[in-house]
């Protein structure tokens, strides 16, 4: 993308601000956003379809009398009739509990946009996707595979009323690819993916193919699932999922509502002294990594559990109004980038001392539980039996629940490996009740 599109854009968004101003708003933000991206896609083991995307939209969020609306268009071209509606429409808007964005103030510098990401040609996109599709094929003609590569360049202005003026180009790739084994009534789904920001070594057709093949072969044996309260050991795709619960709790909107089991828990232990939990919203080329949040808010890392103690909850400005506080620079009151802090021993190590278990990878309905309670459920869509410090089958028609603050009350172990992406480790967590109908 070129300068002279975000200078040209910069110049809309404070135009859309101060045109909100003049007609009566007593703050406004406008955001544009431009995204262009190729993506590749394989099913059933051929190539579907190859697209150009590109999409545009400007935003334009006002304040007034403690109500606040936001109006969108895909053409910046008639900034008077934008403003214009968002003014009208902000009497019916939803409540605000702020009357001016914060001053803007020094931002982190994080590197987000990688001109070899973003010139990655067609080509060589297709030939990831049909590496990952050959490698899977290998192992079985018997399987529905599937595959996607892509990459995208996007560029985003943001400017409010009290003087910010921000823009950032970023990048990105994805690859992912995926197997399904169908045998009557049992349906074995098989996968793995990444995405990042820097085209490096992690670009790595091979590993998807590696990732997939290590499940199918696992796979290949099938075990009883160890019943009544067992130990689970989760990868850290889902080890991240598995402490949705307790980002949910942190946010400072749910303690605000009352919503939150942890509201009035700060300086009180919730879990071991193993645990720490903290936001790192500043690695370079991660995915998720933000300067500010979408006031214009710097983030910065964060601490939200220190050694087993809640410390802090997170506040977008809105709810900071709301609770008398400063806001912490997340908007929606939810991580940028959650970690949870590595252990002593390996994933391999924690394994190997495990007698009895259950790896869970993935879980299907998991969002169906109370989770803002800290109740995690839900069927093992992919899990082994562990014997003996190792995966000898696939568990079949097997659920598991507990709650995620009485987990963190017993074992409790984190992987000192982390995934190079997420920067989650693997976790085990003790006392998790397993049924099984297989």
Not at 74 to 101: C, M, Q, T
Not at 158 to 175: E, K, P, Q
Not at 386 to 403: C, F, I, L, S
Request: aromatic share 6%.
């Amino acid at each position: 993308m070129r300068r002279p599109m975000l200078d040209r854009m910069a110049d809309a968004v404070q135009q859309a601000v101060q045109e909100a101003t003049r007609l009566g708003a007593q703050a406004a933000k406008a955001r544009f956003a431009q995204t262009e991206s190729i993506n590749c896609e394989f099913e059933a083991g051929v190539l579907k379809a190859t697209s150009s995307e590109q999409g545009r939209a400007l935003s334009l969020e006002v304040i007034r009398n403690g109500k606040r609306a936001t109006v969108t268009c895909n053409d910046p071209g008639d900034i008077p009739a934008l403003a214009a509606r968002a003014v009208a429409l902000v009497e019916i808007g939803a409540s605000a509990h702020f009357s001016a964005y914060p001053e803007p103030s020094e931002c982190a510098q994080i590197l987000r946009h990688c001109p070899e990401t973003a010139s990655l040609p067609r080509e060589q996109l297709i030939e990831a996707g049909q590496r990952m599709v050959e490698g899977i094929r290998a192992y079985s003609g018997d399987l529905y595979i599937g595959a996607e590569a892509g990459r995208s360049e996007a560029e985003a202005v943001i400017a409010h009323s009290s003087g910010l003026l921000h823009s950032a180009t970023t990048t990105r790739w994805n690859l992912g690819g995926y197997a399904q084994k169908t045998d009557g009534t049992d349906m074995l789904f098989c996968g793995a993916g990444r995405q990042w920001r820097r085209l490096n070594h992690l670009f790595d057709a091979d590993w998807v193919t590696r990732e997939t093949l290590r499940d199918l072969r696992l796979a290949e044996r099938t075990a009883s699932a160890p019943t009544g309260l067992a130990t689970i050991l989760a990868p850290p795709e889902a080890a991240a999922m598995l402490f949705a619960p307790l980002a949910m709790a942190c946010s400072g909107r749910s303690a605000l509502k009352g919503e939150s089991p942890l509201r009035d828990k700060l300086g009180d232990i919730i879990g071991p002294a193993s645990l720490t939990i903290t936001d790192q919203p500043h690695e370079d080329w991660a995915i998720e990594s933000a300067v500010m949040d979408d006031c214009g808010v710097p983030t910065r890392p964060f601490t939200l559990v220190d050694r087993g103690v809640l410390r802090a909850f997170m506040y977008d400005v809105d709810t900071a109004a709301m609770a008398g506080v400063e806001p912490t620079g997340h908007a929606g009151c939810g991580p940028v980038r959650m970690h949870v802090q590595p252990g002593g021993r390996s994933s391999a190590q924690i394994l190997r001392g495990l007698s009895e278990g259950l790896i869970v990878k993935n879980l299907m309905g998991f969002g169906q539980s109370n989770l803002m309670n800290g109740d995690i459920a839900g069927n093992v869509a992919l899990g082994y039996r562990v014997e003996n410090g190792e995966a000898v089958g696939r568990v079949k028609d097997t659920m598991v629940a507990a709650n995620l603050y009485d987990l963190l009350k017993g074992g409790f172990e984190a992987s000192s490996d982390v995934d190079p992406l997420t920067g989650w480790p693997w976790i085990l967590l003790e006392g998790v009740s397993v049924s099984s109908g297989g």
